[in-house]
Structure formats: structure tokens, C-alpha cells
């Protein structure tokens, strides 16, 4: 066999250089074979300009992708998967520079405007690009482009599959590497975990009428624990658009379990094709917190400002509606941004720990005329219960809550066959009516303890420092599921917080008699009294 031939981006600039120098010397011979013998006598010279002038480009747009694809990653498969041109030969190296230029510059002149003028911003100036130059764009500059709102859908969805094909590759060789020197390493597991997830990010997800379509990234970023965008539908032509804030623990390395909830939200229950003019997307653009720092606003905070840029940088359908669901901490975080002027049609709270000390009504959120807002607590979330960042928007009297049916716990909202996710596609669709809650304003009629749940995590709070909020947040969970599985008298209580507060390194902060104390006050307030 042919030893396997490399491609030398400089050698293919060269020969496409070398045809359109020998294709003007050839010009000059057919136009003096026309005035000698005709144009029809010189037509085989025409052919052979056509082919110089064809190769010749077709040579360069080669020359392109393999310039791109030297720092990894298939540029050409990444274009054409999206619909993007492949014939980047006309883009030169000056015009490469002038674009990368250029794009900073429109960034450089709206660091600090709202999101929606800076993604205007974006959007005009890719407007005026050739398809060329945005295909070049998307393989030259992926990881600027890729995460860049307001830029097209297609472009962004080109530029992060060459990085994910790009993080796939270093992360198999830091795993390769690491399972030889040290097998027994705990990195080796989280590694296997993030490179099935790539693995999977490159195969076409099937949709419910058997089509095999690419998947759609508009945010990839393997750094950390890694952050995610990924539209499940036709985004261009979608009526109907979700975009999914999850909240804490979510990775890359995790991240099927909300793509998991995705296929089902856009899932027809009936056809189990896509929903028609539907588009979902899943955004875990922040830094989720562990149950440590799960008390604490601060990753709420820093991601609301990402998540109002995303949304602005989002085309759909014209007149689209778009709706906000957010989970768990992902609500706190939806909260701030909604504050800050992020516009939706329709926004779900599920298992909200609070949305904000300040927020105790959908009014204090200051939304536009019309919005409307929805709430769901399951039976049995502890998280809703704990209320660790303000009131629960599932007891708010201007926020509609809605039923979630068998779903219980903190984490069945998109559970199949089942009220909750009808629900949520009725509000994403606006096809038919919700199904309200019915049952009985009271916890503890919803699940034993949960009142006393709620009392109980204000009164240690009120006892910690912040700077001692982590180690509070990790032993908030066995304190809260004793009180839930029914150690409410004072002895059996009292005993398991105080071994848990010691355990966590905050047995310092409170006495024996202040445990007891904090125990009877939140039973009794709560209504479950002594027992």
C-alpha cells in the first residue's frame, strides 16, 4: 500500500498559486487563439481554463481547512454538517486577520451596553459577511464564535463541534495517560464520564420519526466542571422555545440527565416525534454549585448576566414565544436575571430553594405586562421546603402553582407519562390548559415534617456566619430527611443534628441546650408539637 499521504496546507496554497499564474498566462493565449482562429476553433483552450480556475479555487478552500484542522478536530465535517459552506478558499490570510479584527472591535465597542444591543450588534455584523467568511469565522476563531450571542445559529452550532472534537481528543489522551501511571486515581472515573458524553455529543440524535440529525451545541466549554447549550429541535423555525436553567451537581459529566429531560419535553407523548415548531434548549451556562456553596447567591449571581446575554443572542420564528424553566438553584439564578430585565413569555419555578430574600411575589420580580409565571413543588422536595434563599414561589398568591402529579422528590418534574410534563408542555406550546394544584396549602398535609423542615433550616441559619454557610449546606441533607422520615420528637431529633452540626465541624457554634431549643421551637411553630 501508498504510504498515507498528508495534506501541507503551504504546498496547497502554493499550487493554487502556481494554476492561477499559469490560468492568466493561458487567458492571454486564448484570447489571441480567438482574434487567429476563432472562438469555436479555441474551445478545448476554454475547458482547460474552466479546470485551472476550478482546481485552483478548490485548492485553496483545501488549503483552508487543513490551516484549521492542524490545531485538531474535522473543520470540513464540522461545516458541512451544519450547512455551511466548504469553499473558504476565497477568504485570504489578510482577510482572515481583517474579520478576527473586525469581530473584536464590534465587541471592543460594546463591553459594557445591554445584552440585547451588543447581540444586535453581532448579528449586523455577521449579516454583512459573505457565506465564506462566516464558515471561516466558525473554524478560524470556534472558541470565540461558539459562545458568541447574536451570532447565527449554524455558525456557533460548526464552531462548537470542532471544539468538542478538539476537548474529546485531550481529554482521551490525559485518560489513556492517567489510567497507565495511575489507575486507581479518582480523576480516571470523571474522566471516562466526560469523554462518554463527547462521544455521545458526536453521534445524531434520532428523532421520534427515525431522522438521524447532528447535534446542536451553542455553548461548549470543557473547562472546570464544563458548561453546555444544546438546542433539540429547529431552532430557525421554532414557534415555541424553552430554554431549561438546571441548578446544582449539573457537569459535562452528567449532562444526559438533562439532555435525558430535554428528549422528553420535546417529545410528542402521543407520535413521539418532536413537537411541532418547538425548539427546547437545555443552558447550563454557569457554574453550578455543590451542596457547599448551594446556600450561598454567588453562582447565581455571576451566571444571571449569562444567562440575559443568551437569551438576547437567541433567534427563533418570528413572533416566537419563549419560556423559562428553571430547576432548583437554577431558579435562584433565574430570579436575577429576570430582575435585570431578561424578557420571556412564561417562566416555571420547580423545587425553588427561594428566589432572593427580596422576592416574595411574582410583582417583586418587576416582569413585563403579560408575563406569566407558574410554580412546582413535588411531595417530598426538601429543597423547596428548606426555603434557604427566601420564600418558596410555590406559596406566592400571585403564582400560579402548578401539579405535578407522581412525581416526588427534587428531581421528577420531566418525568414521562405524568401530569408535571404535561404541564410544562402545555406552557411551552400553549396548547390546551394546565392542570392547577389541588391539594392542601398545608406541608405537612403535602409531607410529614416538611413545616418543621422549614423552621428548623432558619433557626441553624440564623446561628452560622456565612463564611460557615458550606459546611451548614452539607448538613442540611440527613438533618432534613430525619425530620421527613419521621424522627419528629425532641430526643431523636435533637440528637441527630447535633451529631450531624459535629460531623460538619459546626458543633462549636451551638450548645447541647441550643440544639434542643432550636428543635423544640421548630416543631412547635411548625404545629407538629412535642411528641
Not at 496554497?13 to 489571441?32: G, H, S, V
Not at 407520535?271 to 454557569?286: F, N, Q, R, S
Not at 438553584?329 to 417562566?347: H, I, N
Amino acid at each position: 500500500m501508498d504510504p498515507e499521504r498528508v495534506a501541507d496546507a503551504d504546498e496547497l496554497e502554493m499550487l493554487a498559486k502556481l494554476l492561477t499564474d499559469k490560468r492568466q498566462l493561458a487567458e492571454q493565449y486564448y484570447t489571441r487563439a480567438c482574434h487567429l482562429v476563432g472562438q469555436a476553433q479555441a474551445t478545448s483552450l476554454a475547458a482547460m481554463l474552466r479546470w485551472a480556475r476550478n482546481t485552483a479555487t478548490e485548492l485553496g478552500n483545501r488549503a483552508a481547512i487543513v490551516r484549521a484542522g492542524e490545531k485538531g478536530g474535522d473543520p470540513f465535517g464540522a461545516l458541512s454538517a451544519f450547512g455551511l459552506t466548504t469553499a473558504i478558499g476565497t477568504v485570504s490570510g489578510q482577510d482572515r486577520t481583517r474579520l478576527e479584527k473586525d469581530l473584536k472591535s464590534v465587541l471592543d465597542r460594546n463591553p459594557t451596553v445591554r445584552p440585547e444591543q451588543r447581540a444586535e450588534a453581532i448579528r449586523k455584523f455577521f449579516g454583512k459577511l459573505t457565506a465564506a467568511e462566516r464558515a471561516s469565522l466558525a473554524i478560524e476563531q470556534p472558541e470565540m464564535v461558539g459562545r458568541l450571542d447574536g451570532a447565527p445559529a449554524t455558525v456557533r452550532y460548526a464552531a462548537n463541534r470542532l471544539l468538542i472534537e478538539r476537548a474529546l481528543a485531550h481529554d482521551q489522551k490525559d485518560l489513556t495517560a492517567l489510567k497507565a501511571t495511575d489507575p486507581k486515581n479518582a480523576q480516571v472515573a470523571l474522566l471516562e464520564k466526560r469523554v462518554a458524553r463527547m462521544t455521545e455529543f458526536l453521534q445524531p440524535r434520532v428523532t421520534g420519526d427515525g431522522r438521524s440529525v447532528p447535534r446542536q451545541f451553542l455553548l461548549f466549554d470543557p473547562a472546570g466542571d464544563g458548561r453546555v447549550a444544546e438546542v433539540f429541535g429547529d431552532l430557525a423555525k421554532a414557534k415555541h422555545v424553552a430554554v431549561m436553567v438546571p441548578g446544582i451537581t449539573n457537569r459535562l459529566d452528567n449532562y444526559d440527565s438533562i439532555a435525558k429531560d430535554a428528549r422528553w419535553l420535546v417529545m410528542d407523548p402521543n407520535t413521539k416525534k418532536d413537537l411541532p415548531e418547538t425548539a427546547v434548549i437545555t443552558w447550563l451556562g454557569y457554574d453550578t454549585p455543590e451542596f457547599g456553596d448551594s446556600v450561598l447567591p454567588s453562582k447565581a449571581e455571576a451566571g444571571a448576566p449569562a444567562l440575559h446575554s443568551f437569551r438576547a443572542g437567541l433567534d427563533a420564528a418570528k413572533g416566537a414565544k419563549f419560556a423559562l424553566f428553571a430547576h432548583s438553584y437554577g431558579t435562584l439564578l433565574s430570579s436575577k436575571a429576570l430582575q435585570e430585565g431578561t424578557p420571556f413569555d412564561s417562566v416555571v419555578f420547580m423545587g425553588s430553594p427561594g428566589l432572593g430574600p427580596t422576592i416574595n411575589s411574582a410583582a417583586d420580580l418587576k416582569l413585563e405586562s403579560g408575563t406569566q409565571v407558574f410554580a412546582m413543588r413535588a411531595p417530598g422536595d426538601w429543597v423547596s421546603y428548606t426555603e434557604a434563599h427566601g420564600r418558596d414561589p410555590a406559596d406566592m398568591t400571585d403564582i400560579r402553582r402548578l401539579a405535578t402529579g407522581q412525581s416526588s422528590g427534587h428531581s421528577q418534574y420531566y418525568m414521562q407519562k405524568n401530569t408535571g410534563l404535561q404541564n410544562l408542555q402545555t406552557v411551552l406550546t400553549g396548547d390546551g390548559c394546565v392542570q392547577t394544584f389541588m391539594g392542601s396549602p398545608k406541608l405537612d398535609d403535602e409531607q410529614f415534617g416538611a413545616g418543621n423542615v422549614r423552621v428548623l433550616v432558619k433557626e441553624l441559619q440564623s446561628r452560622v456566619p456565612q463564611w460557615k454557610a458550606g459546611e451548614l449546606a452539607t448538613a442540611f441533607e440527613p438533618i432534613i430527611k430525619g425530620a421527613m422520615d419521621g424522627s419528629a420528637d425532641v430526643s431523636t431529633l435533637t440528637a441527630l443534628t447535633a451529631t450531624t452540626l459535629a460531623d460538619s465541624g459546626l458543633g462549636g457554634y451551638f450548645t447541647k441546650q441550643d440544639i434542643a431549643q432550636i428543635v423544640v421551637r421548630s416543631l412547635k411553630e411548625s404545629g407538629l408539637g412535642q411528641r
